[in-house]
């Protein structure tokens, strides 16, 4: 049985191709440029390629240049459309309504399209794209939706409400989503796999460090606490985005260069973070390469993650009064073995102990702690797109 992955931005559309038989990716590829000009980059699992510039003034053109590249271009893996049980997508924002992923129907579409208030960069988007797969592929291909928040629908109001005026909660449903979800379910999930454990029976923290990072305290088999708050600018310091913030230093410098709420907006999620302390890239490869070659502000930048990431586990393992297991995924968290380090060694009270040669395997699923440590830790390379394609399949067989 193969299910199509989607991914779809305002201007992009990510996706692979599954089979479900043995969950091997069969295809997969990215249509860029969606509503400017339009490109399509197209590769099979036995390394044949499709590249091709084509216009795609709406997400519908490209999901017929993807047809066309899956079954009939050089790097074809299918006859036909035909062949594909149901389509999957990741949705962004599913604010309090949406606890699991579903099935696509009018009112659901809508929803989601509601939500986009929340998501202004990512749930037209998605709109855009289940609709288009609908003029493409007709309605007899059922299509699913996965959300991003879902997995963080299960923590508690203690943990979710912003100390701000109960009104604002009640008018404009503001309080901590989350994001990352189906990341973090996908990696909680391995560990209890791994531990041979109910994962009810575990206390687990899950590190997601990429562009964006997010870190979640899973407690009795369910999250709950995760950095991410009513946006993903929530957290700890990432690529470009400054995470928590004292709001005061905002309103001050809004009032000193004379800057609106969407001067801020910018700001905060496409100038700050690593980008805004090094001045030299949001890329940790190239910060620490410049911190390595003496660049202080490179170097600040580093140290400042790291600490802002430590104390994030920290405070989660008080809230769960311990923690089994820690487990480090995303670009960054699968191939920084520094960065490991430095939170291992930090943990020393917990007598949290890795061997330091398989801590150095990049990109790997991998136990780094020795038999001795008082906390198993993992690195556990993420595949969102096997975890939607799960959900999907799952979804459909009921
Ligand atoms: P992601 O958003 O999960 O794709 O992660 C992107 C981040 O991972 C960037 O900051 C990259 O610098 C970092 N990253 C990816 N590969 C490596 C690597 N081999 N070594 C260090 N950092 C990496």
């Known amino acids: 049985m193969k299910i199509f992955v989607v991914n779809a931005g305002s201007s992009s559309l990510k996706y692979q191709l599954i089979d479900m038989d043995n969950e091997q990716v069969l295809a997969k590829g990215l249509c860029e440029r969606i509503g400017v000009t339009g490109a399509i980059s197209h590769k099979s699992a036995d390394g044949r390629k499709y590249e091709a510039e084509t216009p795609m003034p709406t997400h519908s053109e490209a999901f017929?240049?993807?047809?066309?590249a899956m079954t009939k271009s050089e790097a074809k893996v299918i006859d036909s459309f035909d062949e594909i049980s149901a389509i999957g997508h990741r949705i962004v924002q599913g604010g309090a309504i949406f606890k699991g992923s579903c099935l696509v129907d009018e009112d659901v579409i809508e929803k989601i399209s509601e939500l986009g208030a929340m998501a202004p960069l990512h749930n037209p988007a998605h709109v855009l794209a289940i609709r288009a797969?609908?003029?493409?592929?007709g309605e007899k291909i059922p299509q699913v939706v996965v959300f991003d928040t879902s997995f963080h629908q299960t923590m508690?109001?203690?943990a979710y409400m912003y100390p701000l005026p109960y009104e604002y909660?009640?008018?404009?449903?503001?309080?901590k989503y989350?994001?990352?979800g189906t990341s973090h379910r996908f990696v909680s999930d391995r560990v209890a796999d791994l531990e041979c454990k109910d994962k009810k029976d575990i206390k687990i923290i899950t590190c997601h460090l990429g562009n964006g990072c997010s870190i979640t305290a899973i407690k009795d088999g369910v999250c709950i606490d995760t950095s991410m708050g009513f946006t993903p600018l929530d957290g700890f310091m990432m690529g470009t985005r400054s995470g928590t913030l004292d709001p005061s230093a905002l309103t001050y410098i809004a009032e000193k260069e004379n800057l609106s709420p969407a001067d801020i907006n910018t700001i905060c999620n496409k100038k700050s973070g690593m980008l805004g302390i090094s001045g030299i890239s949001n890329d940790n490869r190239d910060i620490g390469a410049a911190a390595d070659a003496g660049n202080e502000r490179a170097?600040?930048?580093?140290?400042?993650?790291?600490y802002?990431?430590?104390k994030f586990i920290g405070s989660y393992i008080a809230a769960m009064?311990?923690?089994?297991a820690i487990c480090f995924t995303g670009g960054i968290g699968e191939n920084d073995p520094e960065l490991r380090e430095y939170v291992c060694e930090n943990l020393g009270f917990l007598n949290v102990k890795i061997d330091k040669e398989l801590n150095k395997l990049r990109g790997k699923e991998v136990k780094i702690s020795t038999d001795e440590s008082g906390v198993d830790v993992f690195v556990i390379p993420t595949n969102e797109e096997l975890a939607i394609a799960r959900d999907t399949l799952s979804i459909i067989s009921k």
């Open 308 to 310: 802002q990431i430590l």
């Open 133 to 137: 797969c609908i003029k493409t592929f």
């Open 169 to 175: 909660y009640e008018k404009y449903q503001v309080r």
């Open 156 to 158: 508690s109001a203690t």
């Open 64 to 68: 017929e240049a993807v047809v066309y």
């Open 321 to 324: 009064n311990g923690v089994d």
């Open 299 to 306: 170097k600040l930048a580093v140290d400042m993650q790291r």
């Open 178 to 180: 989350g994001a990352h």
